[in-house]
């Protein structure tokens, strides 16, 4: 059965630095991979996806995700974090009619 | 366009009631899914339509839940009866199947007492 696992439950980066937010899948063939933000209250947004094509892409918020295939990994990151970055950060994969949401990772940028 | 609109934003309910969630999904997409989201279980998803009929159950707590799509515009999430552990928020979502992207509504907070 397919999967997502993010191994971090909490990151936290101070202000200006660059921070990674991690996932990795579990399927076999050619997944499609997505990153989702939830603030507060909010329902989930959209922040990029991977189909096809350039293993790295760029996203909403200057985000961007690499696709690494050997290691079944799609880890979100930013340059240089901001505090309003802080919010909860969900992959997710679609593969044959099915989405997988993974548990999530809560990021909190320090000032 | 105003994006996946759910209505009620916030529902109390005193166990025993039924509930009906409601949502409208953007124009034009053609698939439209039910998610629950609890701190203990984190984001579940009960059930996904496409082109107004359900797909996948498989996410259906039990038999009080039931959902229904009678057009490409509306669905409804009900719940009869209702149980404290069924106090959650739950979100909307619909789709464009040609880009795959999942568009989610600002969610039902369900408190049953």
């Known amino acids: 059965a397919q999967s997502v696992a993010q191994p971090e439950d909490q990151v936290n980066v101070a202000e200006g630095n660059p921070l990674t937010v991690k996932c990795t899948y579990s399927?076999?063939?050619?997944?499609?991979l997505f990153w989702y933000v939830q603030y507060p209250n909010r329902g989930l947004q959209f922040l990029l996806k991977?189909?096809?094509?350039?293993?790295l892409v760029k996203g909403s918020y200057g985000f961007e995700a690499e696709f690494n295939k050997s290691q079944t990994s799609f880890h979100l990151k930013k340059p240089s974090a901001l505090v309003s970055d802080s919010a909860l950060y969900f992959c997710a994969v679609y593969y044959g009619q099915n989405f997988v949401f993974g548990p999530g990772t809560r990021l909190s940028v320090l000032p | 366009d105003a994006g996946v609109i759910q209505s009620p934003r916030h529902e109390v309910t005193e166990m025993g009631q039924e509930v009906t969630l409601r949502c409208k999904p953007i124009?034009?997409?053609?698939?439209l899914f039910w998610y629950r989201q609890t701190m203990m279980r984190g984001l579940e998803l009960l059930i996904y339509?496409?082109?107004?009929?359900?797909?996948?159950d498989s996410g259906m707590p039990e038999d009080r839940f039931s959902a229904k799509m009678p057009n490409a515009s509306f669905s409804t999430l009900k719940i009869q009866p209702s149980e404290p552990r069924d106090s959650a928020v739950y979100f909307c979502?619909?789709?464009?199947?040609?880009?795959?992207?999942?568009?989610f509504g600002p969610g039902t907070r369900l408190t049953v007492t």
């Open positions: 399927v076999s063939g050619n997944p499609y």
């Open positions: 339509f496409n082109n107004n009929v359900p797909i996948d």
């Open positions: 979502a619909s789709r464009n199947d040609l880009t795959y992207e999942q568009y």
């Open positions: 124009s034009g997409h053609n698939s």
């Open positions: 991977y189909i096809t094509g350039d293993n």
